[in-house]
């Protein structure tokens, strides 16, 4: 049984990489930029899903440690960095920065961690608009062009952002199945108790906070490579903190395929409502997701398997 | 007796103006079971919340087996081998049954690898007798199982010493029984147990010694008879009835030379 579900789920990930492989190298350039920015929130949602799933602290911060990445990326490429060294330089810098962050932002439970994320953002977007020395203010900053020609690097970066997205799919699978991951649930559903069986709880939350914020630095990183031009505006974009949540809600928040199902049905309503209703995109959009996140509350992968288990039973029972 | 698995000296607890747990010593023996009562408001929980951990303390020190506890993490007590349960029962309630037994295992450090806290947790869920309910969700559980949780949750840690917090609160007859056999199996084990519980009777009939706290102090500490007959004791806490009762059923066992006292 247990042999089995491996199988198929090798031959589930093989037929993946296969088709993406496939994708990157016959898709135009217009299929090619959709795949990217599909590629993009898959990774973000992955990150998001460790701490917002997994622990239940519900992050409105994933602009802030996006936008960081943008910028430690794109003054690390300025400085002279090739952009393969200034992506895990962006995540490292993440990770120093929330681990000082989450030690203050996860003495906060609830809404208030949600408005105090939110808060971090505003700031950021504060500080990277005034601190003209480094960030060039709301000017914004180029970065380095990367040379060939346009279809080379569309798929240079389709490919750098899935096998991104992979690695942050991987890590989650990981995590998943880690005492760690066990832990992160134990703190999800009562912190009292989860140091009662003796889980360290903040060095928990801590640790979980900081590879959740690295792996948002580093999709920064490659995002502001990919753009060459980052401002403010762009980099500390509030709607990405509130986009990224609802896409893993979508999918099923701490789960290990929530994120990449939420990410595809969002991407595909999110275009649709831009071909059919341009002048009222926003508002469409929000209320598809309204009513998607009312009908099915913990995400369409649980619904999924919820009416998938049911028909087995029924087999089973005419089976008998 | 022999050296004390737990010794606290002057333990005090100030929330503000108020002195919650006002300069507590006490000392427990290895394997030895004691009750800790008093009336609401005592603080009988305050004093666990200090000694585990989860409360910081105004002054005063916890040695547990000759190490110094007093400033540790709840965490850390928890894996040096002191588990509690909670009077309000606190379990992982989106998570299996299993689980909440296989988080105790696991995460105490004390069971050595994964599959041997495996084993452990099945162990622990077959002495709570919970082992037909493992695929449950402890939301799905019944006050009473959800009590055994807590225990089982707790020797899945495999405790020296073990800290029940009102754990039969809001049992009826048959489920106390059935309890009191699972904590006099744990003492059974080896394991110094405290036992925090407003039923005299049950106290009386289990422990080898009693605490009485009252206001925050220590009112009183003995043998359960002597205790129960502590003018003091009553006036704070018993009442002059149930001291008379409690006299009553004493002279009638010993009299019938009953092992334990009929309701």
Known sequence: ?320 | MAEAILDVQGLTRRFGGVVAVNDVSLSLAPGEIVGLIGPNGAGKTTLVNLITGFLPKTAGTVRFEGRDISAAAPHLIARQGIARTFQIVQPFSEMTVFENVLAGAIFSGRNGGHAAAVTMAHECLEFTGLDSHAGYLASELSLANRKHLELAKSLAMRPRLLFLDEVNAGLNTGELDAALALIRNIAARGVTIVIIEHLLKIIASLVSRIIVLHHGAKLSEGRPADVLRDPTVIKAYIGNKFAQRFAQTESANEATEEGRPSP
Request: charged share 10%.
């Open chain 1, 1 to 320: 049984m247990k042999t089995q579900q491996r199988t198929w789920t090798i031959a589930f990930g093989a037929a993946l990489v296969l088709a993406t492989i496939g994708f990157g190298v016959t898709a135009n350039n217009f299929l090619l930029q959709a795949g990217t920015t599909l590629a993009m929130y898959v990774a973000l949602a992955y990150a998001w899903n460790i701490v917002g799933g997994y622990m239940g602290y519900p992050s409105f911060g994933t602009a802030a440690f996006f936008g960081f990445g943008c910028y430690a990326g794109a003054i690390a490429q300025n400085a002279g960095a090739p952009m393969w060294l200034a992506w895990p330089a962006a995540a490292l810098g993440g990770a120093i920065f929330s681990a000082v962050l989450g030690r203050i932002l996860l003495g906060m439970r609830g809404h208030y961690f949600a408005i105090g994320t939110i808060a971090v953002v505003e700031v950021m977007r504060e500080v990277s608009n005034n601190w003209e020395a480094l960030t060039a203010g709301a000017t914004g900053l180029n970065l380095p062009i990367v040379a060939g020609s346009p279809r080379e690097v569309g798929m240079l970066f389709f490919f750098v952002m899935t096998a991104f997205a992979g690695f942050a799919l991987l890590l989650t699978l990981l995590i998943a199945r880690s005492k760690f991951g066990f832990g992160l649930r134990c703190i999800k559903q009562n912190e009292q108790a989860a140091s009662m069986v003796g889980i360290g709880v903040l060095r928990y939350k801590v640790a979980a906070f900081v590879v959740s914020c690295a792996l948002m630095s580093a999709t920064g990183a490659i995002y502001a490579s990919m753009v060459a031009f980052i401002n403010p505006d762009d980099a500390f974009n509030i709607l990405m903190s509130i986009s990224v949540p609802v896409i893993v809600t979508l999918g099923g928040a701490g789960l290990v395929l929530g994120p990449l199902v939420g990410a595809v049905i969002y991407m595909v309503l999110d275009n649709f409502v831009w071909i059919n209703f341009i002048n009222y995109h926003s508002a469409v959009l929000g209320v598809i997701i309204i009513a998607v996140i009312y009908f099915i509350p913990q995400g369409v992968v649980r619904e999924f398997v919820k009416r998938g288990s049911v028909l087995l039973r029924r087999d089973t029972a005419k089976a008998a």
